[in-house]
């Protein structure tokens, strides 16, 4: 090995650190993998529109995404079951042009944030569906995903925009997609922020022991409950927000979400769920008192956290012929499932039909007994409850499955 | 500022270092004290600018001290430096003990005194040790005090500031004295090639390994505290083994990187880390790891003590009073002091056993010995609580056979990537030793042994290549870089 001066080993380096970024660059630049600088420097053709990562990129995308839309009319707000579940091209919004904005374990201060630089892009906004899930509702921002990087947490676009370029994810990604230009590459999110499933997943054993995996994973709710004060400062936080939109005349549609049979076991076996049972009354609670705020916005909360035969489906067996899984793993449910649940917020009778003898899926809360429909909160909590104890009378295998999966005897 | 962000890398040093270089090239050397010590505020203030003033106000407080100390005699210089201890101290215990200390009352009385939620200034710890070696030594009249300028640079200076090396005043005040008189005369490009090699170096080692080792720690411990499994042996043994080599390449990674940033401006640092785990022994160990805190330890608190004077029995007191001191100092709870009293522990059995029958265990047996035992405290070190610790240490042991069932661990991916790291520490040469022809640290540096001594660094188009790969690796993976693990010590 050659020694050479110091001061040539200094150009020497910052002249090939230079070239080794340029070339990353240029790359990601040519394949503009996130399509944020709209300079396809190779036809356009051999990748699909809708080509995307969905990583450690994923707020840095939406972040610089939001700014590049016009004219949404409806936004989903929520954590990764949002993101997972509702399909702004579904055919329940009737045509009505909208936005994911749901992020990965968001938590509900993160959701706010979101909201707030959604709504600042957007004004054409009018109406949000929201997705609640109990689990991290009173959480601080993850410290894992890349929300400090983001645009969301203040930083500038040029910064994610660059972050963007000489990410890891991004740079992997390019790179595949450079090597097969040739093929249709499949992006794992659409443009309208909403994760791609392009099929079914495949069955086999490796089924149940995905969801296995999902349930025993899921550290947070075996910490216990969470602190009290916490949850009630999240509650005032969502009470505040709620009654803002009301009186900027934006119409909030509040979904709990549904998870899985499995998960509403789980959550009994950890005992939080009076907890979760509280939390919702606590949610119920807001909607009713903002019923006399000023304001035109119309308020509405949704429960879809119950056993049902599509929270019910079979893990551990294949699902009958002709059925789709609704459950990607207990926490996160497939779009075709959100269909419905649109089409049952939304009202519009366009979403995919379910089976022909299901009962109806979810319930309106709100003061009981009108014409409406509407349930009230205490009766939706006591019928929930007696659908799980129905469920775990009929499915003995599966509770004992679920109390060796979380290592509870 | 992390060392690792894009704010520090590509705005902060690049503007620090042409700043310092301007200085130089006009002529006015004595301007480079104040610049960095400027800089070095600047660099503090991104994070806490109220932080800032109470680490202006106590520089300012510990270098009157220091001057008051030269001139009193007798009883008031002793009240002097007892004031001086009180003052650096009481700062340190009430940011950082404060709710420890009514946590530990509410627990034991039941007083359910609520809790002050101090934020903890970053760096304190280490500052404050600075602080009070410099005012021990002109007590002890070892040293004279300098110029405020010299001194604020000394307890400011942003390489060592967050997490050390804890500097010695005599180490690097003369280096800025000389800094202040040489100007352009002395050329600092080899300097500067040996210091960006020794950041990269840090940097590597702190977002390639530690980072990508972290999550695998955290799983087995995030379980563990959740107390609803039973640790197995293969989970476990993750844990504690990505743990053990996340937690030495983070905090060596951040010594090199400090030791690197400080030679771009022609200041040497002290080595911090010596390949701790190629120790045979605790007693070695210690000599390895976080030397400039050991050092500390020994000169102002073992030997202030008593040391080894006063007999065996004190002696071995003396010796668990420091480490169980040292453990307190690390952390604010009882697993830290836990981690101590086990290394304590040890420490007395390593003299024991010296002492009883003056022989040496041979190679094989004794590392892989120091290093189980070295292990088994990170355990408690990285544990949230005893319980979790306790689980932990039983599925070291096998106690809990195979475990309930952890996603992620039964492939042994991170059990895999963990020992191919540790092998690595063992094997390769360390980061002075690879930069030695340099004279990257302050001190002698140990010639590695064996094929690992072909290892060393000099400017070539091959090196060159390895670090511009390594960096643009760096920039690849930093993305969501966690904090440095000693930021919170």
Request: hydrophobic share 50%; with cysteine.
């Amino acid at each position: 090995m050659q020694q050479m001066s110091a001061r040539l080993y200094l150009v020497s380096l910052a002249a090939m650190i230079f070239a080794g970024l340029a070339l990353i660059a240029l790359m990601g630049l040519g394949v503009d993998a996130y399509g944020v600088f709209g300079t396809r420097l190779i036809p356009a053709s051999r990748f699909p529109p809708q080509l995307r990562l969905v990583a450690i990129g994923d707020r840095l995308t939406k972040g610089l995404e939001i700014v590049q839309r016009h004219d949404d009319r409806l936004l989903f707000i929520g954590d990764s079951r949002t993101q997972h579940g509702f399909d702004p091209d579904s055919p329940a919004l009737g045509g009505i042009k909208a936005y994911n904005t749901a992020l990965a374990a968001a938590t509900l201060s993160e959701q706010l944030d979101t909201l707030d630089y959604a709504l600042a892009h957007e004004p054409s906004v009018t109406h949000l569906v929201w997705g609640l899930s109990f689990e991290i509702f009173p959480s601080r921002v993850a410290t894992t995903t890349d929300y400090w990087d983001s645009a969301f947490a203040g930083h500038s676009l040029l910064s994610s925009r660059l972050h963007h370029l000489f990410a890891f994810d991004f740079v992997e990604a390019s790179f595949k997609a450079l090597l097969q230009a040739h093929k249709q590459v499949e992006a794992p999110m659409k443009r309208n922020g909403v994760v791609n499933f392009p099929s079914d997943p495949v069955e086999g054993p490796g089924i149940a022991r995905y969801h296995d995996l999902e349930l025993a994973s899921e550290s947070r709710e075996l910490r216990g409950p969470r602190p009290p004060a916490e949850m009630q400062a999240a509650q005032d936080r969502l009470r505040r927000r709620l009654a803002e939109l009301k009186l900027k005349g934006i119409d909030v549609d509040l979904v709990i979400m549904p998870v899985h049979a499995w998960r509403l076991e789980f959550y009994r076996l950890v005992g939080v769920e009076t907890e979760l049972a509280d939390w919702k009354r606590g949610v119920a609670a807001t909607v009713g008192a903002l019923a006399s705020a000023p304001g035109n916005g119309k308020l509405r909360l949704f429960d879809f956290e119950r056993p049902h035969l599509f929270t019910e489906q079979p893990i551990l067996s294949p699902p009958a012929p002709g059925e789709r899984r609704f459950f990607l793993e207990t926490s996160h449910f497939y779009p075709w499932l959100g269909d419905l649940i649109l089409d049952r917020v939304l009202g519009t009778g366009q979403g995919e039909a379910g089976p022909i003898s299901t009962p109806p899926f979810g319930a309106e809360i709100g003061a009981g007994g009108d014409a409406s429909g509407k349930v009230d909160i205490e009766a939706d909590l006591a019928s929930a409850a007696a659908g799980l104890d129905a469920w775990e009378a009929a499915h003995p295998g599966d509770v004992s499955h679920v109390k060796e999966v979380i290592g509870r005897p | 500022m992390l060392f690792t962000s894009p704010e520090f890398l590509c705005v902060f040093l690049p503007l620090t270092l042409a700043g310092f270089h301007l200085l130089r090239l006009a002529e006015r050397p004595q301007l480079c004290v104040p610049f960095l010590f400027v800089a070095s505020m600047a660099f503090y203030a991104w994070w806490s600018p109220r932080f800032l003033i109470l680490l202006a106000i106590s520089m300012v407080v510990n270098w009157g001290t220091a001057h008051a100390l030269a001139r009193l005699a007798g009883g008031q210089r002793k009240a002097m430096f007892v004031g001086g201890l009180v003052w650096n101290l009481g700062i340190l215990a009430y940011f950082k003990y404060a709710d420890f200390f009514i946590t530990s009352v509410d627990a034991a009385t039941r007083l359910n005194w609520p809790l002050l939620h101090i934020v903890l200034p970053l760096g304190i710890s280490f500052f404050t040790f600075q602080k009070i070696a410099y005012l021990a030594d002109i007590h002890g009249g070892l040293a004279k005090p300098g110029p405020l300028i010299d001194f604020a640079l000394f307890v400011f200076f942003f390489p060592q500031l967050i997490a050390g090396p804890i500097v010695h005043h005599a180490e690097v005040m003369p280096q800025f004295r000389a800094m202040a008189s040489r100007g352009q005369t002395m050329d600092l490009t080899l300097d500067t090639a040996v210091g960006f090699t020794l950041l990269i170096i840090g940097l590597a080692k702190k977002v390639l390994i530690a980072d990508h080792l972290a999550p695998y720690a955290s799983k087995v411990f995030e379980i563990a505290a959740s107390g609803n499994h039973r640790i197995g042996a293969l989970a476990a043994w993750q844990g504690a083994l990505a743990y053990t080599v996340q937690l030495y390449a983070d905090f060596s990674g951040y010594s090199d990187m400090a030791i690197g940033l400080a030679r771009l401006f022609g200041v040497k640092l002290p080595a911090n880390f010596n390949s701790p785990y190629k120790s045979t022994s605790i007693i070695e160990f210690w000599r390895r790891w976080h030397m400039t805190l050991s050092r500390f330890l020994r000169d102002y608190l073992y030997v202030p003590l008593g040391g080894n004077r006063r007999g065996p029995i004190r002696r071995y007191a003396n010796l668990m009073i420091t480490m169980l001191l040292g453990g307190l100092w690390h952390g604010a709870g009882w697993t830290y002091v836990a981690w101590g009293g086990l290394h304590g522990l040890y420490l007395l059995v390593n003299h024991a056993w010296r002492n009883a029958f003056r022989v040496k265990l041979p190679t094989l047996i004794a590392l892989p010995l120091t290093l189980l035992a070295v292990i088994v405290a990170w355990v408690f070190f990285r544990a949230s609580d005893f319980t979790s610790a306790a689980n932990i240490v039983a599925g070291l042991f096998g106690l809990h056979g195979a475990g309930d069932p952890i996603p992620g661990v039964k492939k042994g991916t991170g059990l895999i990537l963990a020992l191919v790291a540790l092998g690595a520490t063992l094997i390769l040469p360390n980061s002075q030793q690879i930069m030695r022809r340099f004279a990257p640290v302050i001190g002698e540096v140990e010639a590695p042994a064996g094929p690992a001594r072909r290892l060393v660094w000099v400017p070539s188009i091959l090196t060159a290549a390895l670090g511009a790969a390594a960096v643009i690796a760096v920039v690849l993976f930093s993305w969501g870089t966690t904090e440095f693990l000693y930021f919170q010590f």
